[in-house]
């Protein structure tokens, strides 16, 4: 299994309302070395979180322990730029399972369905209103279901509907990436091969 499963994901969330997020500023260039998944996390945004010296910016919304959860609420265009898929697992790495924003970069946006994590693309309307919400109160909670392609602002059960790929929706349900869709149906290809072969 390339990753945990999507099912249902109720959070917190942290709100970064800034538009043009770009994949250099997810995750700059002099850190893209490695060739696995793994410690990508501690570099997200690592020039927005971190001073010269390493120290944190208190200014930065990670560095602030108000907010937390596994849903990252970004502003539009987020994910532009180049097509480095260690974007995606910068996000993922940190921990974040979900980013939502009103309009996502489509290479961005096919990396991270492709190493467990849903963009959740909503209006620019129902985005104020995720902001309002964490604002109001940072332990405010949004729901993410992926079977029924909702998400919903749990505290005032405002909801919106989210569009998916039927491939890539199948592939978050079970925690498949490409090579593990492929590998579920071993048994079938297989079958196929030797009809031909008969």
């Not at 997020?21 to 990508?40: C, H, M, N, S, Y």
């Not at 995606?88 to 970069?105: L, Q």
């Not at 919400?133 to 392609?149: C, F, G, R, S």
Request: contains cysteine; aromatic residues 12%.
């Amino acid at each position: 299994m390339a990753y945990d499963k999507f099912n249902i994901l109720t959070s917190t969330a942290v709100p970064l309302p800034l538009e043009n997020v770009d994949t250099d500023q997810i995750i700059p260039a002099r850190f893209l070395k490695a060739t696995e998944r793994k410690g990508f996390g501690d570099n997200l945004f690592r020039d927005w979180r971190y001073n010269a010296d390493n120290s944190p910016k208190e200014s930065f919304v990670l560095n602030n322990p108000v907010y937390g959860g596994k849903i990252l609420v970004g502003g539009k265009n987020f994910g532009s730029g180049s097509s480095r898929e260690h974007a995606a697992w910068a996000v993922y790495d940190y921990g974040f399972r979900c980013v939502v924003s009103s309009f996502f970069a489509d290479i961005f946006k096919n990396n991270c369905l492709n190493v467990g994590v849903l963009p959740v693309q909503v209006s620019p309307e129902f985005s104020e209103q995720i902001f309002e919400a964490i604002y109001n109160d940072p332990k405010a909670e949004i729901e993410v279901n992926l079977p029924e392609q909702t998400i919903t602002i749990l505290a005032t059960g405002a909801q919106e509907s989210f569009e998916i790929n039927s491939y890539k929706k199948e592939n978050m349900l079970n925690g498949f990436d490409d090579i593990d869709y492929l590998q579920n149906m071993k048994g079938e290809i297989e079958s196929f091969a030797n009809d031909l072969m008969l």
